[in-house]
């Protein structure tokens, strides 16, 4: 099957996608990058891909809609949304989520090789805050996580009770945590699952945080996460952390639910996302570009 010239969007096992397609023909397969945005700004497939393009680097860039947002709202969108949040934004939103995404991925992949013909090409996965935490969920727990060769989280959900009392704070609230939330945290407390990333292969992961965002919330919690990952690894680079300066939690402006201009902070974590991306990837770069090698 030929490589199509332009985005592709469709539905891939019930999952909305859009997949953008390398530049040129390789000689080998091309590698896939497969990402989930954000529930803030870009919180849609398309938004994200304008935010996050990856530019540079010579693979599939397939890019996955999270569930119950853009295509996928709850009758009544973004009010219906609010609502789930403000009743309980860990059991209606979060949790559900991250655990639903994480489930629909192998069948999603399958569909998606086989629609877009996407060969054994090397795998990586790219997550932005919520979608950060199904991509750790995959890595964590999936029957083939070791097929896994890298992964970037930007603005990442590393625990998830200081990311929701960091939203707390932000909002002037305080989230009731009670034994079923609980539970939910512990299982989207990827510090203190470390061990069960390390089992399935020592994925490279690079975490990407901006300087203006909750330095409890998601920087501290990134540099245990971090710090776990390279304690374990045979090769301790394999982890690493790179803080943004400018830049606060969302990666675009509001309402993020449309392609819009790629922020400053975007382009900054777009090309810390790509350096890691093609050193892990094999090297895989456009034409005109650096060299795997040279950090941006």
Do not use: K
């Not at 680079?237 to 400053?264: F, K, N, W």
């Amino acid at each position: 099957m030929p490589v199509p010239n332009r985005p592709v969007r469709g539905v891939a096992a019930g999952v909305p996608f859009l997949a953008v397609p390398p530049t040129r023909r390789l000689d080998q397969p091309a590698p896939v990058v497969v990402a989930w945005h954000p529930m803030d700004p870009p919180r849609t497939e398309a938004a994200f891909a304008a935010a996050l393009p990856l530019d540079g680097l010579e693979a599939w860039r397939i890019y996955l809609g999270l569930p119950l947002c853009g295509s996928r709202s709850p009758a009544g969108g973004d009010e219906e949304l609010m609502r789930l949040g403000y009743e309980d934004a860990v059991m209606n939103l979060q949790g559900p989520i991250a655990v639903q995404g994480a489930e629909e991925f192998p069948a999603a992949l399958g569909a998606l090789r086989g629609q877009l013909d996407l060969g054994d090409g090397p795998l990586a996965l790219v997550g932005g805050s919520m979608g950060s935490a199904v991509v750790l969920l995959v890595l964590t727990e999936a029957d083939r996580a070791d097929d896994i060769a890298a992964a970037v989280l930007v603005s990442p959900m590393a625990q998830l009770r200081p990311a929701v009392d960091a939203t707390g704070r932000r909002y002037g609230m305080t989230y009731p945590w009670g034994p079923a939330s609980l539970a939910v945290a512990r299982r989207l407390d990827f510090v203190a699952r470390v061990d069960e990333i390390v089992r399935h292969g020592q994925p490279a992961v690079r975490l990407i945080v901006g300087a203006r965002d909750d330095p409890d919330g998601f920087l501290a919690p990134g540099q245990r996460l971090v710090a776990g990952l390279a304690d374990r690894y045979d090769d301790p680079a394999r982890a690493d952390l790179v803080v943004v300066a400018d830049m606060a939690h969302a990666l675009a402006e509001e309402p993020g639910v449309e392609p819009a201009p790629q922020t400053a902070p975007a382009a900054a974590v777009d090309r810390h996302a790509v350096h890691w991306l093609r050193r892990h990837l094999g090297g895989t770069a456009a034409p005109g570009l650096g060299a795997a090698g040279e950090e941006p």
